[in-house]
């Protein structure tokens, strides 16, 4: 079945430290690509989403690259800062197309930034 | 507008006893979807309605789980009876069918359950 691989956490950087999440899938067809995050206390957010290869998805300062060849996601930010510290979770959907499916999800990835 | 609303935040029960979560999802969302989350097995997709109706159930876990939707503004959770090993954060998202890209799903801040 599908699956998501991320890299374990925590992770924990300086505030303005460069940030990268890994994140690799396994799916059969073209599934689509997201990262959630969770703050503290909180339910799971939408950060950036992909549809199809080579789409890159961005918000707040994240991005995220398609890669199939590679069947990758990383999550990237040139500059962290104290309030983006939370659990990261990467995810896809078995379908590229419009509708709702359900969401595999890894297993998340704790940032902790530190002033 | 309000987000999906999840009732209560946190329940403390002993084993045996039943136990139902509440949802309300954002109005005028056509899916809804229930997960669970562990430090084990992270989080996991139990059951999703669209349009009031289960399509796919294949994640409840056993026979104690049940999970309704009867109108479109209102889901239940039930375990019965509760178990320890069903401790966990149960949350509760929905999403509005797009025509175009698949949809965002909206969720709301759990249920924390522990059961003794």
């Known amino acids: 079945g599908d699956s998501v691989t991320q890299m374990e956490g925590p992770v924990t950087l300086s505030e303005e430290a460069f940030l990268t999440i890994n994140c690799t899938y396994t799916?059969?067809?073209?599934?689509?690509l997201f990262w959630y995050v969770q703050y503290p206390g909180e339910g799971l957010q939408l950060l950036l989403k992909?549809?199809?290869?080579?789409d890159k998805g961005s918000n707040k300062g994240f991005e995220a690259t398609y890669r199939k060849e590679t069947t990758s996601f990383h999550l990237e930010k040139g500059s962290v800062q104290v309030s983006d510290s939370a659990v990261y979770f990467c995810?896809?959907?078995?379908?590229?197309?419009?509708?709702?499916?359900?969401?595999?999800f890894g297993k998340g990835t704790k940032l902790s930034v530190i002033p | 507008d309000a987000g999906v609303i999840q009732s209560p935040r946190h329940e403390v029960t002993e084993m045996g006893q039943e136990v139902t979560l509440r949802c309300k999802p954002i109005?005028?969302?056509?899916?809804l979807f229930w997960y669970r989350q562990t430090m084990m097995r992270g989080l996991e997709l139990l059951i999703y309605?669209?349009?009031?109706?289960?399509?796919?159930d294949s994640g409840m876990p056993e026979d104690r789980f049940s999970a309704k939707m009867p109108n479109a503004s209102f889901s239940t959770l039930k375990i019965q009876p509760s178990e320890p090993r069903d401790s966990a954060v149960y949350f509760c998202?929905?999403?509005?069918?797009?025509?175009?890209?698949?949809?965002?799903?909206?969720f709301g801040p759990g249920t924390r359950l522990t059961v003794l």
């Open positions: 998202a929905s999403s509005l069918s797009d025509q175009r890209t698949p949809d965002t799903q909206y």
């Open positions: 799916a059969t067809g073209y599934p689509s």
């Open positions: 992909a549809t199809k290869a080579d």
């Open positions: 995810a896809l959907t078995p379908y590229s197309g419009a509708g709702s499916y359900q969401l595999t």
């Open positions: 109005s005028g969302h056509d899916y």
């Open positions: 309605f669209n349009n009031n109706v289960p399509i796919d």
